[in-house]
């Protein structure tokens, strides 16, 4: 959820010079289940969205943690909340999702967070890159003191938002058309992602070090073939 005012970057990052890159998917991978059910419990508890919709967040989250979501099923659960949100004043909502934020960095996985200090100990640029809004990855990014957090964007008219996407949907091929929209064009051949489910296959295959983490099957036997690590975290 954000206005489209910040000005593109350029062709590489400064940040990212002579630094290695590590990108990380978030639900699942570094929490378990969904960050989204995060935001969609706490719009419910302000009386955002209505309260019968807490049922609904609920059972997707279930499904969720038991085989997660991929390809429509995500699609749907972002466009669920889109659709909850439309004309809801936008600048209210921002320290809502930073208190969520927060909640999500304390459900992240004690194996995660040491994965991802590793990163930072070698000096590696570090960012969260999910499908969950942007706004959200970001608060998770700063609570982790990673580099940057890129998410999906939602449309932002007038100070409300319109239920609407902002660019393409941080998911399965839109999450490399949202690391250039953020980053600029960048060489992944040096970069290591890590990612739980096949729909981020776009994405592993970009770069040149790719872990599976907690794998659905499908990544789990695309893994297996290909020669990649697994990681199964607690």
């Known amino acids: 959820m954000t206005n489209r005012t910040d000005p593109r970057l350029g062709p590489t990052h400064p940040s990212l010079a002579g630094r290695g890159l590590a990108i990380f998917d978030l639900d699942r991978t570094l929490v378990p289940g969904s960050s989204l059910v995060h935001l969609g419990r706490a719009l419910v508890r302000r009386r955002v969205v209505p309260p019968a ?15 997660g979501l991929s390809g429509p099923g995500a699609e749907r659960l972002q466009d669920r909340l889109l659709g909850m949100a439309r004309g809801i004043e936008y600048a209210p ?82 999450k490399l058309a949202r690391l250039r929209d953020e980053l600029g064009v960048l060489d992944l051949t040096g970069a290591v992602a890590y990612s739980d489910a096949a729909t981020d296959l776009p994405l592993l295959r970009a770069c040149g070090h790719a872990v599976a983490v907690n794998p659905d099957r499908h990544l789990r036997a695309a893994a297996a073939a290909t020669g990649w690590p697994i990681l199964d975290l607690a």
């Open 53 to 67: 919709a807490l049922v609904e967040f609920l059972g997707r989250e279930l499904l969720f943690r038991r085989r």
């Open 93 to 174: 909502l921002l320290p809502l999702v930073e208190q969520v934020g927060a909640e999500v960095v304390r459900q992240l996985r004690p194996a995660a967070l040491r994965l991802v200090r590793h990163h930072q100990q070698r000096g590696d640029y570090c960012l969260v890159l999910s499908a969950s809004p942007q706004e959200l990855v970001g608060a998770v990014a700063t609570g982790l003191g990673l580099d940057r957090g890129v998410g999906t964007r939602s449309e932002v008219v007038d100070g409300y938002l319109t239920g609407r996407l902002d660019g393409p949907l941080c998911h399965s091929d839109g």
